[in-house]
């Protein structure tokens, strides 16, 4: 089996994305394969001839590298939504947000129709505090027209340093005009896990996304929370709603802080060698407590693994609306010096007990959809990875996305107040307590 680091993983967005040290090889075997050898040849050729009649001929004269490295991107673009090329500065720019402190917006994004689409900000950082919403699609920043530009340019064009200001153009679905927003940036220093003692005997923690800290955070709130509550602690409630993703192996790691063995998620790409089996290493960090998982439209890939792994091993009890869908794995692969790197799909992941989530999602043991006030209604898309143009096909059938309002008053949040009702024994649900098992 080759092994393979493995480094980020979100939809934004946050795809599964691990570093891969070899180059890949082209290997070719038999008749069947030098046709084919032959044929591709025969398209590079192809490809070759329309490059020089364009630079040779074109009205004005082009750009040799940004006609080379828009043919790369149009062949990314064709084979999914998730892989795409990135120029060394937007390979910097990469690095530099997997760390959680960068200039810019804060918020998660995709590209989608050309357009950039939000999947949801990010707690207590501009994009928050000025109103934009998941699902939001920006046409333009600062008077330039998004369509044209790529995922990475797009993003480099919103970031900059802290206090500069920046010019957005909103399309949301119900309003009558483009919405404009004149934002400042700020370093954004993302604080992955929130928690509190939610009354003296729950403890409630939130993740809004899998950065290099999260998992330090998350077992610096479960020792905090022990402690603020003592005896008294009768269980978690893991929030992980509009959590677009992040580092594949802080998702593991997460995971591993709440079970006590077995596998935690499984990846499998094109070969049956390259499978690869992540299982618990640590143990379970909450003396096994109870644990209720928050869960809806917007939470995607490495929230997804959380979800699943815990599910599978009737850890914990999943409420909410079902998940976004993102199943896939990208791997980053550095071209070397100067030349950025390439983010490319390379393989699916699976839970402990098999399924893939692609284009589906996880479905909650306990559905429970949120009052949406009137004015949003029809401003609020439930679109999933299914929804995506040219996304990877689901094992079996697809699912559309579902609802993410998150009520901002937590006395209306209805799954939030479910989950510390069943916690405190006030309610009763066949689905709680998980019945603790092993996967199968």
Not at 88 to 108: D, H, I, P, Y
Not at 151 to 158: D, F, I, R
């Amino acid at each position: 089996m080759r092994k393979t680091p493995l480094i980020l993983l979100g939809a934004a967005a946050g795809a599964a994305l691990a570093l891969l040290a070899a180059q890949p090889r082209i290997v070719f075997d038999g008749s069947s394969a030098n046709a084919a050898a032959s044929e591709t040849y025969r398209e590079l050729a192809l490809f070759h001839d329309v490059f020089e009649r364009v630079r040779t001929n074109y009205v004005d004269k082009p750009d040799d590298n940004k006609l080379i490295e828009s043919a790369i991107n149009g062949m990314l673009a064709g084979l999914d939504p998730h892989s795409s090329y990135m120029d060394s500065k937007s390979f910097r720019a990469m690095q530099t947000q997997v760390s959680g402190r960068f200039g810019g917006l804060g918020m998660e994004v995709n590209m989608e129709d050309g357009l950039v689409k939000v999947v949801a900000p990010i707690d207590d950082t501009p994009a928050h505090r000025a109103g934009i919403m998941a699902n939001d699609m920006i046409t333009h920043v600062d008077d330039e027209p998004v369509l044209g530009l790529t995922l990475n340019q797009a993003v480099e064009k919103m970031r900059g340093p802290a206090n500069t200001k920046v010019k957005l153009r909103i399309m949301r679905k119900g309003a009558d005009a483009p919405i404009e927003m004149s934002l400042t940036r700020d370093i954004i220093q993302v604080r992955a896990v929130r928690s509190n003692l939610n009354g003296e005997d729950i403890g409630y923690i939130r993740i809004t996304q899998f950065t290099g800290q999260t998992t330090t955070g998350l077992r610096r709130a479960l020792s905090d929370l022990d402690n603020q509550a003592g005896n008294k602690l009768k269980g978690y409630v893991l929030d992980l709603r509009n959590n677009p993703g992040g580092l594949l192996d802080q998702s593991i790691s997460v995971s591993d802080a709440f079970l006590e063995k077995g596998e935690i998620v499984s990846t499998r790409g094109r070969n049956a060698e390259e499978t690869q089996r992540f299982n618990v290493r640590a143990g379970d960090l909450t003396k096994g407590k109870p644990v209720i998982v928050l869960i809806n439209g917007g939470s995607a890939s490495a929230s997804e693994i959380v979800a699943g792994a815990l599910q599978d091993h009737k850890r914990a009890t999943i409420i909410g609306t079902r998940s976004f869908g993102k199943g896939s794995v990208q791997t980053i692969i550095p071209l070397g010096s100067g030349n950025g790197a390439l983010r490319l799909t390379t393989a699916r992941y699976y839970t402990p007990s098999g399924r893939s989530i692609q284009a589906k999602g996880i479905v909650p043991d306990i559905e429970v959809l949120q009052d949406v006030p009137e004015e949003l209604k029809a401003r609020i898309a439930t679109r999933g990875e299914a929804s995506l143009r040219g996304h990877l096909g689901a094992d079996g059938q697809e699912e559309t996305g579902s609802q993410s309002y998150i009520p901002p008053n937590a006395k209306d949040d209805k799954a939030l107040n479910l989950a510390l009702d069943l916690l405190r024994g006030a309610a009763t649900n066949a689905a709680f307590p998980a019945a603790r098992g092993t996967a199968n």
